[in-house]
């Protein structure tokens, strides 16, 4: 398989000088099957670009869109991705559906009338949907699992599987404590009663999702110093991410999802800071620090 970042940046896209390497669009990476086929995780702004690239490809395209959740930073560019409006394209958008949450009515809703002139029913590819909550179903030649994960509102992670290699993609996340549980106001009820029934660390729900995996795309939305002031909000630091990936035994850690106030040079440090709690703990994954435009196979 082979990863391509085209968005790496949560919350609001960033452009401009101080982002231009690790890039400001949103999140939206590309996933190639081995037999070619395309996975698109999340439809940030990211995914304009990805689609233009698509269409000078010159083929017809058929893909899934695996969305985490219906938060701007993962949706907010698909009304731009020049793909949907080609007859021919086969779209199949999976992403979580809940009783008050139903997958289409939120990918159309960002595009109603008082947001966006083309309305989601006017596209001329086809599109399909798949509802998802905790299970798992074939895309293509390969497995893809949901799992919901700690983030305001239902958001899920995703594990795909192919001959025997696995990525695992988990952008938005929030260590979860049982002492911290009253600060997840935002939370769904249902995702917290998940995290309060597993058995020890409640985080071992991501760890086993997570085990084993060749790639771990993980939230690294906020350095140490800044997840203490932002607790609650659903993101993690990237001493969480390292753990997590630690503990999975996963082959590549590739940090993803930087909040906004992170430039360069600020991502630079964190890459450092990165290297010294893995050299401090033994760790022996190789990390990557996603970035736009990026790509390895594995
Ligand atoms: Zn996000």
Redesign the pocket.
């Known amino acids: 398989m082979q990863v391509k970042f085209w968005g790496v940046r949560?919350?609001i896209a960033t452009p401009g000088h101080a982002t231009k390497r690790y890039g400001g669009n949103t999140?939206c990476t590309e996933l190639t099957l081995d037999d070619g086929n395309l996975i698109i995780l999340d439809a940030g702004t990211g995914i304009r670009s990805l689609g233009e690239d698509l269409i000078k490809r010159g083929k017809s395209i058929s893909a899934y869109i695996l969305i985490t959740h219906p938060?701007w930073?993962?949706i907010q560019g698909f009304p731009f991705f020049r793909p949907a409006f080609i007859q021919g394209n086969v779209l199949r958008i999976a992403g979580p559906e809940a009783k008050d949450l139903k997958l289409r009515e939120w990918v159309a809703g960002q595009m109603d009338k008082v947001y966006f002139p083309v309305k989601l029913s006017e596209l001329e590819a086809t599109i399909d949907f798949v509802p998802l909550s905790e299970n798992s179903f074939r895309a293509f030649d390969a497995t893809v699992e949901s799992i919901f994960v700690n983030h305001p509102g239902y958001t899920l992670g995703y594990r795909i599987s192919q001959g025997g290699k696995a990525i695992v993609y988990i952008?938005?996340n929030e260590p979860f404590s049982r002492e911290s549980r009253h600060l997840f106001t935002n939370g769904v009820g249902e995702t917290i009663k998940l995290y309060e029934n597993q058995i020890g660390d409640p985080n071992n729900r991501i760890v086993n999702f997570a085990k084993g995996a060749d790639v771990l795309i993980h939230d690294s939305t906020y350095t140490p110093e800044l997840y203490k002031a932002h607790i609650g909000w659903g993101h993690s630091d990237y001493l969480f991410a390292l753990k997590v990936a630690a503990s999975a035994g996963v082959r590549k850690l590739c940090l993803f999802?930087y909040d906004p106030s992170l430039d360069d040079e600020k991502l630079d440090e964190i890459v450092d800071g990165c290297k010294n709690e893995m050299r401090k703990m033994g760790y022996s994954f190789e990390l990557c620090a996603a970035k736009e435009g990026y790509k390895f196979k594995f």
């Open positions: 949560g919350s999140a938060h930073d993962h952008s938005d999802h």
